[in-house]
Nanobody, 123 residues
C-alpha cells in the first residue's frame, strides 16, 4: 500500500507557473506508475499526465501538452507536475494517483489516490 500527499496548490495569475508535488510513503515508490488527474468545479475528474515507473516515458492530455511536465524522483519518493502558461480553465483540484500497472488515462487503473490540492488561476 502507498499513501500519497499532494502539495503546491494555490492562487496564480494566468500565464504564470506553479509546480505541484506528490509525496509517497509506504511500499517502494518505484514500483508504481504515477499520474495526475484534475477535477474542475462542476465537472468530472479528468486525466492530466502520467509517468512510468522509471520515469522514461510520459503521457499527457491534449489540453496540457506543451505546457505541463510530469517528472519523478524515485530517491525522494515524489512525483511532480510543473505547470506553465496557466489558464483560468486549469483551475481545479489536482490529484495524484498510483498504479501498479502500466500508466493509463483511465481512473480505474489507479488504486491509490491523494486527497488533492486546489489550484485557482485568475484571469
Amino acid at each position: 500500500q502507498v499513501q500519497l500527499v499532494e502539495s503546491g496548490g494555490g492562487l496564480v495569475q494566468a500565464g504564470g507557473s506553479l509546480r505541484l508535488s506528490c509525496a509517497a510513503s509506504g511500499r517502494a515508490f518505484s514500483a508504481y506508475a504515477m499520474a495526475w488527474f484534475r477535477q474542475a468545479p462542476g465537472k468530472e475528474r479528468e486525466f492530466v499526465a502520467a509517468i512510468t515507473r522509471s520515469g522514461t516515458m510520459t503521457y499527457y492530455a491534449d489540453s496540457v501538452k506543451g505546457r505541463f511536465t510530469i517528472s519523478r524522483d524515485n530517491a525522494r519518493n515524489t512525483v511532480y507536475l510543473q505547470r506553465n502558461s496557466l489558464k483560468p480553465e486549469d483551475t481545479a483540484d489536482y490529484y495524484c494517483a498510483a498504479s501498479n500497472g502500466f500508466p493509463e488515462m483511465a481512473e480505474l487503473g489507479y488504486k491509490y489516490w491523494g486527497q488533492g490540492t486546489q489550484v485557482t488561476v485568475s484571469s
